[in-house]
């Protein structure tokens, strides 16, 4: 599992990249327009990839924000070091 989430967003939108930018050099009509697609899906992933490690965040900084309103509505202050 370790290596297989950084695999899937960092290696295949590297090797959809490689294997595009090929195709695209190679000249040839017949394969460029694969590898504009393929150029354009590893954008595609990456930018998936960023959303979603976006949200996380978010829902993480929610849950702290939750528990620093219930320490403020149990004490009357901001609990130390919140941010």
Same mark, same amino acid.
């Given at each position: #599992?370790?290596?297989?989430?950084?695999?899937?967003?960092?290696?295949?939108?590297?090797?959809?990249?490689?294997?595009?930018?090929?195709?695209? =050099?190679?000249?040839?009509?017949? @394969?460029?327009?694969?590898?504009? #697609?393929? !150029?354009?899906?590893? !954008? +595609? !992933?990456?930018?998936?990839? !960023?959303?979603?490690?976006?949200? +996380?965040?978010?829902?993480?900084?929610?849950?702290?924000? =939750?528990?620093?309103?219930?320490?403020?509505?149990?004490?009357?202050? @901001?609990?130390?070091?919140?941010?």
């Amino acid at each position: #599992m370790r290596f297989t989430v950084p695999a899937v967003r960092y290696g295949l939108p590297l090797l959809l990249t490689v294997v595009g930018v090929y195709l695209l =050099e190679t000249k040839t009509d017949k @394969w460029g327009g694969l590898g504009v #697609m393929l !150029v354009g899906t590893a !954008v +595609i !992933v990456l930018m998936l990839n !960023v959303l979603f490690r976006l949200s +996380i965040r978010s829902n993480d900084e929610r849950s702290r924000e =939750e528990d620093a309103r219930r320490y403020y509505d149990e004490h009357g202050r @901001w609990p130390e070091g919140y941010r």
